[in-house]
Each structure stands twice: as C-alpha cells, then as structure tokens.
C-alpha cells in the first residue's frame, strides 16, 4: 500500500480502482481521479491519512451525492433536470413555506423548531437509518443506531436534551421460505437482536422509546430496514454556535479504538480472536449518558463555543466539520485508546462510539473539566481551531493530513445520474367480490403482520422512563390497544410542571403504494403522519417533518426514477399540508443477492416523522371508544382502488389502482375536525390506513371494550365503490371519530361543510356490527377480533 | 476465574421458557432446560475474594445462586453451551462489573468479561449446535462451546 501511495499522483485509472478497493475507500473513478488531481497541484504525494478524509468527507454518507446530484428524469417523451434533486424538492418546501417557527432546518444535525409558550424552548428532532450495521450484527447494529441519533440531538446547536426516542424496523417476513445465502440472518434473528439492541440502548440511557412501526415485506429479507429517531429539548438560546479561533478541541466520552473503520458497516473478515481492540461496534449507553450529563451541565454554564458528534467518519468528520471555517490543528497521540496498537490514520478515522467533540475556549477548560470530572466522563484535548483554514493532522511529528478545508468540502466532483419512471399495469377495474365472509375477512386482516399487535415489541421499551409519556404507544381501556402518535410532555427537560405544553410525534410510510406509485406513496406517507398527529390531539398547522429515505442501487435508473417521484411528492404534500421538511436522511444501495443469484433490492422506503404541538397534553386524544351511547363518525371520502392494501396481499383482487389523495380537501377537513377536537367534542379518532376502515372501528371497538352498531350509508364515498373497497380500501385522508352525545351539535356546527358522516354509535354490547344500507356486512364479537389481532410476533 | 449464577429454580420459569421458545423457533424442542450468567474475573485475587464477589455482589442472595465452578448448578444429563462476546468486542456489562468489582474490593481486575450458560436437555449434540447457531449467538461477535454434563 505504501509503495502505491508513493506514486499516487501518476498511478493509471486501474491501478488507482485496484488501490480503492484494497483500501476499502469505495472513492469512483471521477473522485480518485479529482483527488490525483489535486495532489498533483500541490506538488506531493498523498498520505494515508489524507485519503482516507477524502474518502469519508466525500463518501455517500456525509455528501448524500445521490440526492443533492444532478438527475435526468426521463418519463416516456418527457424529460426533466435537476440541478440537485434534494435542494430543488426537500428544501425548496421549507424555502416556501417560510415557517417563522422553524428555528434551524437542514444546517445542523438535527431541525429545530419552536415549542411551547414564551419563546423560550426549541424542539429539536431528527431520525436516521442503521441498516447495514444491523444485517451483519443486528445487536449491535441497533445499539449504535441508537445511540448515534441521541447524540444527534446533544450535537444539535449547544445540545438538546433527548426526551423521545422512536424506531421504526422493516424485515423480510419472518414466515419467509426463502433460501438465504449462508452468512444472512433470518428475519426473526435480526427482528431479535434489533429490538433486543434498541431496548438495551433507549432503557440504560433513560430515553423513553414510544414511538415507531414494524414493516414487513420479501423486499426487507436481505436488507432490513432500522430508522432510529430523537426528539430533544433545546433553550433557544442555545441554537446558534460558533468555533471562535483559538478555541481547544476536546474530545468527551468513549475511547477510540479499531471500531467501524470504514463506514457505519464492518467486514467480518476483519474480526478473529486476535483482534485485540473492538472491531465490532456495541453501544455503551451508560457511557453516552455521562457525555449527555456533561453536555446539559456544561451547556447552561457556557462553558463551550460549539458542539458536534462523533459519527461515521469519527474525529474526521466531526472535527473537519467544526472547523470548516476555521481549520483545525490535531494532534492524535493526544486521543484517548482503547488499543495501543491502533495506526494513526485510524485514530483519525474511528468511529469509536459515544464521543463528542467540543470547542472550548482556553480560559473555560479548568471550568469543564470539573464538571467532567465530577460525572466520570473521559476527556482529551487534541488540539487548537487556529482560524487559518488548515486542516493539520499530526501524530508525535509525522504528518497525518494536510489539507485545505476548501478542498475537503468543495472538492467533490459530482456526475448526473439517469431516472427513469417505472412502467406499472394498472388495473382500475372493480375488485373481485371475496370468495369469504367480511368477518372473516376482517380477522385474517387483524392477524396479518403489518396490522398485527406490536406489544411484544412496545412493552420490552421503558416509554415512561422521565415520566412525560401523555400518549402512549398501547392505549385504550386495558392499555394494550394501537396509539396513533406519542404524545410527550417534556417537563424532564424544562423543569416546569406548570405548563402543560406538549408535543405529538407520528408517522407514515407506505412502500407497499410506492412499488405501484412513488408520487403516491410521499403523499399518503405526510397524509397519514399529519393524521395520526390530529388523531392524538396536536395542532396540525403547525406540523414539521423529517424525511427518511432508503433505496435499492441508485446506478439503476428505475430506482433513481422512484426516488424523483417521491421526492416530488414530498415537495407537493409538504406545501399542501404547510409542513416543513427541518431534516432528514438517505440511505441507498440496500440491495444483496440471495444463495442463488438472485437479486433482492427494498422497495423505495419513505419514512416521514412528523411533529407538531400539543397545546395542552391534558386534552391529548387516544383511539378507543369511550362511553356506550356516543356517536360515530367516519370523516373524509372513501375512495376507489385497492392499489397497495394489505387485503391485496392476502387475496388479489385485481385491483391495483391506489387512491390518489386529494390534498386541499384532507386539509380543509383536518382544520375543521382540528377545531371540533380542541373544543372538545371528540372523545376518541383513530386514522384509517393499513387493513382499512373495517380494521379502524375493530381496533377502536376492542382497545375500548366497547361494542359498536355503524351503518356505512351515509359515509362519504367515490361512485361505484364496492363493499370491499369501502371495508378494506386503504384510501387516505380518512379517519373515524367518536363525538362527546353531549356536544354533537357544536361538532356538527364546527364540521358544517365538510364530508363527516354520523355511521352509528358506540355500545355496550361488545360486539361489531356494520351494515351498508340494507346489507349486512359483518357482526364479529369482539373478543375474537383482539384474539386474533393479539399475536405474539417474537 | 469464572463466576457463574443461576436463578432459583422456583423463580426461573420464565427465563427457561424464554431459552426453550427461542429454540423451539429454530427447530429443537428441549425437555429441559436452565439459563445463567458467567462472569470471567481475571486479576490477582484470593479465593475468599472471588466468593465475597459471587455473594456480595454479583448474585441476589434471595432469587440467586453461584458458583466458583462453572456448571455446579446441579442441571445433570444435559448439554452446557457456554457463550461469550469475542474477546475482541467491547463488553457493556463487563465493563461495567469490572468498575464495581473495584468499588468492592478495592483493587481493579484485569479484565472481566459477561457470558452466559445454557443447559439443554435434548436429543443430540448436533441439533443443539444447528439450533445455537441459527438463534442463539452471531458467530460474528459470539464465541461458544458445547460440553456434555
């Protein structure tokens, strides 16, 4: 290796892939040759450490060039550029919309945005994917995930205190026949060790894990998916940071060691019993604690200028990034080790687990250092911020890096990739009438896995842990029934008992719709996110959300065409509904081949998470039904299509047309139905999605104990539904209400206009009854439709 | 030196339902079986030293048991599967056990790594291995032995 680095600068294109791959650097042919470049401009050849920053500054994780890449879209005869795909959609809606409560969005490892009353709060939030790490290791994988996020948020600004953790896992499905390739853990092994990891993390930290999903498909099998998500308390005047010149660099928290060297992933080629350092990354949660108590102690007293996290790319990434103005000078015989026999470059490029990198100026050390003491966290100072621009690596006297900062983080040469629209028969024809009964139709929809109970899941997570979980994951009458959205009042972190400000955390994530219609999916995902918030009581006008999205290879112009649709719809849906994108993430190349050769790439995967305030976490809603004797009310229009339905999964219906949403309208009646909820005339909504209304009222009548009798006649619907599209139709901006008896004139004054339909009332009799008119549809007891939602998934 | 601990058999239903369900899921139904906690002290300290640790500190004297000897827990007619992270993997609880062993005895270990023993009673050495591996460690991060008892 050293021999070829001597001669870097005129090594021929094979010889310069030949030296990518042996050093693991995954650097295309464009950038080795933009580095050869530049080094030859400079007159001298590369050192190790200095390839491997440009490697992880310009790798796909830290740059994302595929989404902020120019994009050729070609549908059919038309074609559409972008000059950044990201910028000219994720971005341009919060450009637009201009939220003045939007505090910090795209510029920080976090968003943030204004919480409570008096100006005083900002929330920050962030959510993030740890998908290879958690294929090879899922333990681990997950710990990290998780730990990586949370200090997301202590990074954030001067430090946010982490109040809400959220998960949401995709697998291959774990009746799967599938033949894996040797090496590939089974869906229930990896479903395991992911939640075993994310409940071992979010418990010893004292982070309530509250809310999230569990997605499964074949497309998941190889590749599964782990979004990690946080959500942080930060005083607002604690937002803005900046290195000043002159400033220490102090490294808090774990040790470096051998861990993770290039990338978030690890070759098990590496691990032998022989190694003597951690080559595979396991989460410490307690040491991370101690960095947070740190952090908030330190943070309040103004003992630091600024503040990142150490996380792919380790003291490289994040020292690179506080000094991008400044410079950094680095010395790393400084750093503290797990492993003597550690190379310096790889000091450089760690990504030893809980560490932060603070700024801190000279006469405020003895100050932190107190306080560092005081919680036994572990420190080192590395070095100086000089002010000169100059990134300088050293290790006793040998050079590690040398580098401009302009360099480093303008370098990157980026190349147009092509996307093409996928070309999907749709068939719009009406479904084919069931060969079952409704009833039974409804109980094999209740047990399906991605309707199924998750409390064998949510229950192994402490989510009262700081004692603000308002809405819980499990609601209802016997606290086991599926809540919409956490609802958090984060009086742990603002001290203030008095104020009952709170907020809402949901999602929505549709890829059963994307593999039919990307531009679809982004919609229904923000639709169903903005839903699940107003069915737990949050102010909706005011909702900010994340994007998180993961994709199969990105060389394939298929996929690069998906990613242009849903992205587009992102742009569309975040306008429409007023919601902000503040941050987000992507992950490609979640694509691997099975035993036999054959490829297994995930469908596009959209998370949105979405946040938005809860006035007062007193008046939170939750989904099941109240008091026998109260109306019921189905809101919004039942539209025609069965197009990514979990009934479709279960029996084909032909039908594979997906509902478009009607976006003005889902607003116009989510504002109506908001004032109707803040007056207090809605005792319980749950939303209508995955399994359709049928599955809605079943999980609403059971989480209750309450039995209903509804007749579907006078809902809203589209000409010529069927009675399976209007039971089992997963169209969106639909949701079912239960109406206080004693204000159901205020409601229907506050609703006047908009297509809200009373379909029955609640009852005492704990049986599900639905008719259409003069059809019966079904009557189900209801202990037998919880016995068969209530399956034990691990 | 290894420390091992086990729940008292009338408290331990659920962590041995637990151990047979997980296998049951890769295939092998067990007719017995018990679970517990290893922990390997490695520091110049006297045997008194290591019983105050297994009393003291690292068994619940009310719900658990120890013992010095590794596989003492009276589970005869079985298959002990012994597991442990790879030397080379950082060891959370280890790591933790090492700090508190100090605060007991006053002097640091060298090392302290967290493992855990599992007595099968099934029907052959070879299924047992087929179903540890498919469910029970990552032979990533886990290193395992099987012994007859």
Redesign the interface.
């Known amino acids: 290796m050293n021999d070829t680095l001597s001669s870097f600068t005129s090594l021929p294109a094979k010889e310069l892939e030949a030296l990518d791959k042996a050093a693991g650097w995954s650097l295309n042919a464009l950038e080795l040759a933009e580095a050869q470049r530049q080094f030859k401009k400079m007159g001298r050849q590369p050192t190790r450490g200095e390839l491997e920053t440009i490697a992880q500054t310009w790798s796909e994780h830290c740059k994302h060039k595929t989404f902020s890449g120019p994009v050729v879209f070609k549908d059919g005869s038309k074609v559409k550029k972008y000059k950044n795909l990201f910028k000219e959609t994720i971005v341009k809606a919060t450009k637009t919309l201009n939220r003045k409560w939007c505090l910090s969005v795209f510029t920080d490892n976090a968003g943030i945005v204004e919480f409570g009353r008096g100006g005083k709060w900002g929330l920050a939030f962030k959510a993030e994917t740890h998908n290879h790490p958690c294929a090879?290791?899922?333990?681990?994988g997950a710990e990290t995930g998780v730990g990586g996020v949370i200090r997301d948020i202590l990074g954030v600004g001067l430090g946010a205190k982490p109040v809400l953790n959220t998960d949401t896992f995709c697998f291959g499905r774990l009746d799967s026949k599938r033949k894996l390739p040797k090496n590939a853990?089974?869906p229930?092994?990896i479903m395991?060790?992911v939640v075993e990891g994310v409940r071992d993390y979010g418990n010893r930290i004292g982070i309530p894990t509250a809310a999230g999903g569990l997605y499964f498909d074949e497309g998941y099998l190889l590749n599964p998916l782990v979004y990690v998500g946080c959500a942080g308390l930060i005083p607002v005047d604690k937002i803005a940071k900046k290195v000043i010149p002159g400033d220490l660099i102090v490294s808090i928290g774990g040790r470096t060691?051998r861990?993770g060297i290039h990338g978030a992933t690890f070759s098990?080629a590496n691990?032998?019993?022989?190694?003597?350092?951690?080559?595979?990354?396991?989460?410490?949660?307690?040491n991370e604690k101690k960095a947070l108590d740190v952090l908030m102690r330190a943070r309040d007293l103004g003992l630091y200028s600024a503040v990142t996290d150490c996380g792919a790319g380790g003291f490289s990434s994040a020292i690179g990034e506080l000094g991008s103005e400044t410079g950094a000078r680095v010395r790393l015989e400084k750093a503290l080790l797990k492993d003597t026999r550690i190379e310096p470059w790889e000091i450089w490029v760690s990504e030893s687990q809980e560490r932060m990198i603070l700024s801190v100026p000279k006469a405020k050390l003895k100050k932190l250092v107190a306080i560092l003491e005081a919680e036994s966290c572990e420190y080192c100072v590395m070095g100086e911020f000089p002010g000169d621009g100059r990134l300088l690596v050293t290790h006793g006297g040998e050079a590690v890096v040398d580098l401009p900062m302009a360099f480093l983080h303008g370098g990157v040469p980026n190349f147009e990739k092509p996307a093409r629209r996928r070309k999907i028969k749709i068939n719009a024809a009406p479904p084919a009438r069931p060969s079952g009964k409704y009833g039974q139709i409804l109980k094999e929809l209740l047990a399906h896995p991605n309707v199924c109970s998750r409390h064998s899941v949510i229950t192994q997570y402490d989510h009262e842990v700081q004692g603000g979980t308002v809405g819980k994951p499990l609601q209802g009458r016997y606290g086991d029934g599926p809540g919409d959205a956490a609802v958090i009042w984060p009086q742990a972190a603002t001290l203030d008992q008095s104020d009952f400000s709170g907020f809402g955390v949901s999602h929505g994530f549709n890829p059963a719709i994307g593999k039919i219609d990307p531009y679809q999916m982004a919609l229904h995902s923000i639709d169903e996110a903005v839903r699940n918030l107003l069915c737990a009581g949050a102010d909706v006008s005011r909702t900010a959300i994340l994007d998180n999205f993961c994709a199969a290879s990105p060389k394939d112009p298929e996929v690069m065409g998906d990613l242009v649709q849903a992205a587009e719809g992102c742009l569309d849906g975040a306008i429409a509904y007023g919601a902000p994108f503040i941050s987000g993430k992507d992950s490609f190349y979640n694509q691997s081949r099975d035993a036999d050769g054959r490829e297994y790439p995930i469908p596009l995967s959209l998370l949105i998470s979405a946040t938005a305030p809860v006035e007062d976490v007193r008046k939170a809603l939750t989904i099941n039904f109240k008091e026998a004797g109260n109306p019921v009310y189905l809101a919004g229009v039942s539209a025609r299509g069965m197009g990514g339905s979990v009934y479709n999964e279960l029996t084909d219906s032909g039908n594979n047309a997906v509902a478009a949403l009607d976006m003005k309208a889902a607003v116009k009646l989510y504002a109506g139905l908001g004032k109707a909820i803040k007056a207090g005339c809605v005792a319980a909504a749950h939303d209508v999605s995955q399994g359709g209304l049928a599955v809605t009222l079943a999980e609403m009548a059971f989480s209750g104990g309450l039995g209903a009798e509804l007749d579907l006649a006078p809902a809203a619907r589209e000409k010529k539904l069927t009675a399976t599209e209007l039971l089992f139709g997963e169209s969106p901006a639909r949701l079912a209400v239960e109406v206080v008896k004693g204000k159901e004139t205020e409601f229907l004054r506050l609703v006047k206009g908009l297509p809200v339909a009373e379909i029955g009332y609640v009852s005492e009799e704990p049986v599900l009854s639905v008719k259409d008119a003069s059809e019966r549809l079904f009557r189900e007891d209801l202990a037998g439709l919880k016995a068969c939602w209530r399956k034990e998934l691990i | 030196m290894i420390i091992e601990t086990w729940t008292k058999e009338k408290y331990a239903k659920n962590e041995e339902d637990g151990f047979v369900a997980r296998m049951a899921?890769a295939g092998l139904k067990l007719e017995r079986a018990r679970v517990s906690r290893l922990y390997r002290v490695e520091g110049s300290f006297s045997r008194p030293d290591f019983d105050r640790l297994g009393k003291e500190l690292l068994a619940d004297s009310i719900t658990e048991k120890y013992s010095l000897r590794p596989g003492a827990n009276g589970f005869k007619g079985a298959w002990r599967v012994e597991v442990w992270?790879?030397?080379?993997?950082?060891?959370?609880v280890g790591?933790?056990v090492k700090g508190a062993i100090a605060d007991v005895l006053g002097k640091e270990p060298a090392v302290v790594r967290f493992g855990h023993a599992y007595y099968a009673a099934c029907e052959s050495e070879a299924k047992l291995k087929h179903a540890v591996v498919?469910?029970l460690v990552?032979e990533?991060?886990n290193?395992f032995k099987i012994e007859k008892i």
């Open positions: 090879v290791e899922p333990y681990g853990h089974s229930e092994r395991r060790g060691g861990d098990s691990i032998d019993e022989d190694t003597s350092a951690s080559a595979v990354q396991i989460g410490h949660a307690v | 899921h992270l790879k030397d080379s993997v950082t060891d959370v790591e933790s498919k469910t990552n990533i991060v290193k």
